[in-house]
């Protein structure tokens, strides 16, 4: 008896981990605009290496560094709500902060073009 309602505290709190993780994933994409714009590139993306005959092995690449520009924004939007909350004011670490996180996105999205280039150039030309 003990033991199946350790395992129902256990579900429901994975439940609940689960939901809090959604309503952020929701949050993101129905606030942040460029968010969006990387997702929407990312079906496309997804699209054509399928319809270009992409190998496994370049569809799990291309995956990831789909994930890893949405993750960047992601970070990006909360590191921006923390610094709102805590520095509401002008703060030149504020400003590192908010300038840090939105260069680690751009970063990533230049290196997405790249591996964009990689995977698709061979097969279009
Ligand atoms: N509290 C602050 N102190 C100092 N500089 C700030 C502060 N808040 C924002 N900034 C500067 O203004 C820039 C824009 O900040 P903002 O919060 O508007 O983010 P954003 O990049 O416009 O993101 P979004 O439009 O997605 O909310 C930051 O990159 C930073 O250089």
Do not use: W
Request: aromatic residues 8%; positive net charge.
């Amino acid at each position: 008896m003990m033991k199946k309602s350790a395992e129902g505290n256990f579900l429901a709190g994975l439940l609940r981990a689960f939901s809090y993780a959604a309503s952020g994933v929701a949050y993101c994409f129905r606030t942040q605009r460029n968010l969006r714009i990387h997702a929407v590139a990312g079906v496309l993306a997804l699209a054509a290496g399928f319809r270009l005959g992409l190998t496994g092995a370049e569809m799990g690449v291309l995956t990831l560094t789909i994930a890893a520009v949405l993750v960047a924004e992601m970070f990006n939007t909360a590191v921006e709500a923390l610094v709102d909350i805590v520095s509401p004011g002008y703060h030149p670490l504020a400003k590192v902060a908010k300038d840090v996180a939105a260069g680690g996105v751009l970063v990533v999205a230049l290196m997405s073009l790249v591996v964009a280039y990689v995977l698709f150039a061979p097969r279009i030309m």
